[in-house]
């Protein structure tokens, strides 16, 4: 197993993570992708989408498009959203060791397709929604996977008759002001911040500590040309090799 990381900041992270108390785990696309889903943000996948539907996931995905083209909305959404799986990754496992030891005190999910199903992690904060939660926007009913999934064409409320809103926060729409005060006070308390790929928003959240507060931040990104002066360490591994090796 070829790792990059250099063996003194895997040893240092690791004593860092063995001292702490309070670790929050911010977790990104890298996440989904190492359990089997996909980066519609990719230049391939951006292209294959757009060759099939005519615009790209970033289009299909806006409030604006959901609104003026339901129907076309729905028929990518229930394929290429609702249609990927995910299972657990030892990545996950490590997440698990951390809550055991009481020392894990938040996990920020932004991907909308949540955690794995087979993966008991508490205190999740679905920052950007998540694919099972979906409601009718007249009657507030709600409506699972399953509805939606198995519904012809749009899916719609049975009792109002209208288009069913999908529980993700679409593009143009703000972070849910209570999941984003949730989300900031973890991270403020935490000393350890493990940021696990990126974030398929665009809109760059910052996560940190108020300055006296000594927090080591840990990024995990494959982008080389990433380069980030608020964190500690920037990680070129994949999350599932690394991060078994830092939380015993
Ligand atoms: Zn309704």
């Given at each position: 197993m070829e790792i990059k990381t250099d063996e003194k900041i895997i040893n240092f992270i690791r004593k860092r993570i063995s001292d702490s108390h309070s670790i929050v785990a911010v977790l990104g696309i890298e996440m989904l992708v190492e359990g089997g889903g996909c980066d519609l943000d990719s230049n391939d996948e951006n292209y294959r989408v757009e060759e099939e539907y005519g615009f790209c996931p970033e289009d299909m995905l806006s409030t604006s498009f959901f609104n003026a083209k339901v129907e076309k909305f729905y028929r990518f959404y229930k394929k290429e959203i609702l249609g990927m799986q995910q299972h657990s990754t030892p990545a996950y496992d490590a997440l698990m060791r951390l809550q055991a030891k009481g020392k894990l005190s938040a996990v920020i999910c932004q991907?909308?397709?949540?955690?794995?199903?087979d993966v008991i992690l508490n205190k999740v904060i679905n920052l950007n929604g998540n694919i099972n939660i979906n409601q009718c926007p007249h009657c507030d009913k709600g409506f699972d996977i399953h509805y939606i999934m198995n519904s012809k064409g749009i899916p719609q409320c049975d009792h109002c008759k209208v288009a069913i809103r999908p529980g993700i926060r679409l593009i143009g729409e703000r972070v849910d002001s209570e999941l984003m005060t949730q989300a900031a006070v973890a991270c403020d308390k935490a000393d350890v911040l493990l940021l696990l790929g990126k974030n398929i928003y665009h809109d760059r959240l910052e996560y940190s500590a108020a300055p006296e507060h000594k927090q080591l931040k840990v990024l995990f990104s494959k982008n080389e040309f990433e380069c980030n002066d608020k964190v500690d360490f920037i990680i070129r591994d994949d999350i599932c090799k690394l991060l078994p090796l830092i939380i015993d």
């Amino acid at each position: 197993m070829e790792i990059k990381t250099d063996e003194k900041i895997i040893n240092f992270i690791r004593k860092r993570i063995s001292d702490s108390h309070s670790i929050v785990a911010v977790l990104g696309i890298e996440m989904l992708v190492e359990g089997g889903g996909c980066d519609l943000d990719s230049n391939d996948e951006n292209y294959r989408v757009e060759e099939e539907y005519g615009f790209c996931p970033e289009d299909m995905l806006s409030t604006s498009f959901f609104n003026a083209k339901v129907e076309k909305f729905y028929r990518f959404y229930k394929k290429e959203i609702l249609g990927m799986q995910q299972h657990s990754t030892p990545a996950y496992d490590a997440l698990m060791r951390l809550q055991a030891k009481g020392k894990l005190s938040a996990v920020i999910c932004q991907n909308y397709h949540g955690i794995p199903q087979d993966v008991i992690l508490n205190k999740v904060i679905n920052l950007n929604g998540n694919i099972n939660i979906n409601q009718c926007p007249h009657c507030d009913k709600g409506f699972d996977i399953h509805y939606i999934m198995n519904s012809k064409g749009i899916p719609q409320c049975d009792h109002c008759k209208v288009a069913i809103r999908p529980g993700i926060r679409l593009i143009g729409e703000r972070v849910d002001s209570e999941l984003m005060t949730q989300a900031a006070v973890a991270c403020d308390k935490a000393d350890v911040l493990l940021l696990l790929g990126k974030n398929i928003y665009h809109d760059r959240l910052e996560y940190s500590a108020a300055p006296e507060h000594k927090q080591l931040k840990v990024l995990f990104s494959k982008n080389e040309f990433e380069c980030n002066d608020k964190v500690d360490f920037i990680i070129r591994d994949d999350i599932c090799k690394l991060l078994p090796l830092i939380i015993d």
